[in-house]
T-cell receptor
């Protein structure tokens, strides 16, 4: 099946620094990718939709200047957490839609990135 | 907006026992997804249901969608330690965009 690769899987950074998380579709093209965040013992919450060739769209309450999204190509979306603070520590995970048209397949998720800001 | 409520929030069962996890939607479900997650790791796709009354099975896991398409259940038969994890139901409010809304999750523990 289709694979979405997310990197890094874990990162620890100092408060005030920026961290970039990459999400790649390995064997298919993804014009759209979704970014989710998951706090401990909570569910996944959609943060933003990454669109190849255009600006990302953010969910209500998500700061677009803090969470920079770039969809540079049909196989790569990046999320940069700028000026990270301890409250940004969370599990971030991306997904790409499956094939739409014939049938309806599942969204493909990356492995996730655990960000710890110290 | 669509909201999903999962129950129970946590579940501890003895190995070999059966169990059921429920997912109730505030709106009619277009696509209902079940995923399994080990804490802090990625999601493993289990099943997707679309039609009212639909039922799918994979190994010892069966998922059902009710006729009204507002409730789904996930049933595990003869549970094993490998079934332990967090089970998430997800809905696709935009009907095909796969921009999912998730329930809060059910944490399943299997005691040997």
């Amino acid at each position: 099946g289709a694979v979405v690769s997310q990197h890094p899987s874990r990162v620890i950074c100092k408060s005030g620094t920026s961290v970039k998380i990459e999400c790649r579709s390995l064997d298919f093209q993804a014009t759209t990718m979704f970014w989710y965040r998951q706090f401990p013992k909570q569910s996944l919450m959609l943060m933003a939709t990454s669109n190849e060739g255009s600006k990302a769209t953010y969910e209500q309450g998500v700061e677009k200047d803090k969470f920079l999204i770039n969809h540079a190509s049909l196989t790569l979306s990046t999320l940069t957490v700028t000026s990270a603070h301890p409250e940004d520590s969370s599990f971030y995970i991306c997904s790409a839609p499956g094939v739409v048209g014939v049938g309806h397949t599942e969204a493909f998720f990356g492995q996730g990135t655990r960000l710890t800001v110290v | 907006s669509q909201e999903l409520e999962q129950s129970p929030q946590s579940l501890i069962v003895q190995e070999g026992k059966n169990l059921t996890i429920n997912c109730t939607s505030s709106k009619t479900l277009y696509g209902l997804y079940w995923y399994k997650q080990k804490y802090g790791e990625g999601l493993i796709f289990l099943m997707m249901l679309q039609k009212g009354g639909e039922e799918k099975s994979h190994e010892k896991i069966t998922a059902k969608l009710d006729e009204k398409k507002q409730q789904s259940s996930l049933h595990i038969t003869a549970s094993q330690p490998s079934h332990a994890g967090i089970y998430l139901c997800g809905a696709d409010p935009l009907q095909g965009a796969q921009k999912l809304v998730f329930g809060q999750g059910t944490r399943l523990t299997i005691n040997p």
